[in-house]
C-alpha cells in the first residue's frame, strides 16, 4: 500500500489528463459552431418588450419567481439579421440573480412560437464574478477538445428597449435538442443535478428538486438512475468496474474530471456537488456526464 501514498493527488490527475489527451477521438461529439454561435466575433441581442415588465424583470421583489415576460427578440452579427416575434425572457441563475447585471433565459416556444434556428432556449450570462469575461468560455473549449459533451458559447451585447446591459456569453440550452444534436436520439432521460445531488444512496431518484427531469417526464421512469445510483455506493459487486462502466460512460468523465481540475473548476460535482446533467443514452445504455456553468474556474 506504500506506493498509493507516495503517489500525489496531482500526479493522479496528471495521468487522467495525459490518459485523456492520448485517448483516440472516434468523431467530434459537439457540433460545430454555427451562424447563432460565431467564433472570433460579438454579436448583438436586442430585447423589446413592455416597460413596466422590464423594470419588474431587472428589479424583481421575488428573486426567484422564474415568471416569463412576452418579448421581441433581434439578434444580429456578420451572418443573422433576423427577429424573432412574441418570445418569453425572465431571470436565470442562481447567486448571479443577486447582481446588478442580471442573468437572463430567453425561451422561444414560451408563448407558442417556433424554435430559433432549431434551438428553443438561450441563457444570457452575465460573468458577473469574472471581470475577463474569458473563464467560461476557455474552459468550453477545452472541453470541446477533450470531446467532452458541453454548450457553445458566444459573446454578446445585450439591449433591452434600447438600453446597453453590457457583454453577455450566450451560451446554449441543455435539453433534448441539446441531447439530439450530439447523440442522434433524444429519447432518454435528461436530469439536471443541482446543489446537494451527492449520487448517494441517501438521494431520492425521484426527487425532482434533486435530479430535475427535462425529458420523459409524463413517464417519469427512473429505474435507470436508481440502479446507477446504488451500484455507485456498492464496492461489494463483482467486477464493479465492468459493472459501472457497463452502465455509465467512465471515460467522459475521466476526462471531464482532468479538465475540471486543471481549471480549477470548483463549482462542479467533485467538489460543490453542483451544476451538472445526467443523460442515459438510449444508443449504448450508459448514463453520460454532462458539465455546465463553468464561471468559477481559473483562479474565481
Partial sequence: MRYRLLFSYR?????????????????????????????????????????????ILINPKDLYADIYYPADFHYKNSKLDTTVYNVGIRLRGKTAR???????????????????????????????????????????????KMNVPVARANYTEL?????????????????????DRRYDNED????????????????????NKLFELKT?????????????????????????????????DVDNFLKQLAVEAMTGHWDGYTYNINNYYLYENPATGKIVYIPYDMDNTWGI
Wanted: net charge negative.
Fill in 216 to 248: 420523459n417526464e409524463d413517464v417519469n421512469d427512473r429505474r435507470n438512475l436508481v440502479n446507477f445510483i446504488n451500484l455507485l455506493n456498492d464496492f461489494r459487486v463483482t467486477n464493479w468496474y465492468d459493472q459501472m462502466n457497463a452502465i455509465f
Fill in 159 to 179: 439591449y433591452i428597449n434600447g438600453e446597453y446591459m453590457g457583454v453577455y456569453l450566450n451560451v446554449e440550452n441543455i435539453d433534448d435538442e441539446f441531447v
Fill in 11 to 55: 500526479q493522479l490527475i496528471f495521468c487522467i489528463f495525459c490518459f485523456a489527451v492520448t485517448s483516440g477521438y472516434s468523431k467530434d461529439l459537439n457540433p460545430a459552431f454555427n451562424k447563432v454561435f460565431l467564433p472570433g466575433e460579438v454579436t448583438i441581442i436586442e430585447i423589446f418588450m413592455d416597460e413596466n415588465d422590464k423594470q
Fill in 98 to 144: 443577486g447582481s446588478k447585471k442580471k442573468p437572463f433565459k430567453i425561451d422561444f416556444k414560451e408563448y407558442g412560437g417556433e424554435q430559433f434556428l432549431k434551438l428553443k432556449k438561450l441563457n444570457l450570462k452575465p460573468n458577473t464574478n469574472d471581470p475577463s469575461q474569458l473563464r467560461e468560455y476557455l474552459t468550453t473549449l477545452i472541453y470541446r
Fill in 188 to 207: 432518454g432521460n435528461l436530469y439536471k443535478c443541482v446543489y446537494g445531488t451527492t449520487l448517494q444512496l441517501s438521494n431520492d431518484a425521484y426527487d
